[in-house]
């Protein structure tokens, strides 16, 4: 079993910044790739960014490339996701999630570990 913890959301101005925290614990050795999902009130919960555990290589949704930057630190079991630029558009719940396996990295079902959430609110 993995256990994520998410911190690091709040409420911020558009084109303001954020930078959220994912923390792994657990059997955090087992993870292949972290993801960051976001999930806007009435709508489904949708990909924003992975990143491989071990390599490091990265994914982005369209709508975050050149805003957002994934990046992890092993040691810590650590995975962060810097938010720049951020729009109203941004605001959401966001999760992180750890998959055991590779596979598509958009893809929900790919993921067998979440944590709870965080909000990100960003005001006109």
């Known amino acids: 079993q993995v256990q994520l913890v998410e911190s690091g959301g709040g409420l911020v101005q558009a084109g303001g910044s954020l930078r959220l925290t994912c923390t792994a614990s657990?059997?955090?050795?087992?993870?292949?790739?972290v993801g960051w999902f976001r999930q806007a009130p009435g709508k489904e919960r949708e990909f924003v960014a992975a990143?491989?555990?071990?390599?490091?290589?990265?994914d982005y949704a369209d709508s975050v490339k050149g805003r957002f930057a994934i990046s992890r630190d092993n040691a810590r079991n650590t995975v962060y996701l810097e938010m720049n630029s951020l729009e109203p558009e941004d605001t959401a719940v966001y999760y992180c999630?750890?998959?055991?396996?590779?596979?598509?990295?958009?893809?929900?079902?790919?993921?067998?570990?979440w944590g709870r959430g965080t909000q990100v609110t960003v005001s006109s």
């Open positions: 657990g059997r955090a050795l087992s993870i292949d790739r």
């Open positions: 990143i491989e555990w071990s390599g490091g290589s990265t």
């Open positions: 999630a750890a998959a055991p396996v590779g596979g598509i990295v958009s893809w929900r079902s790919n993921y067998s570990y």
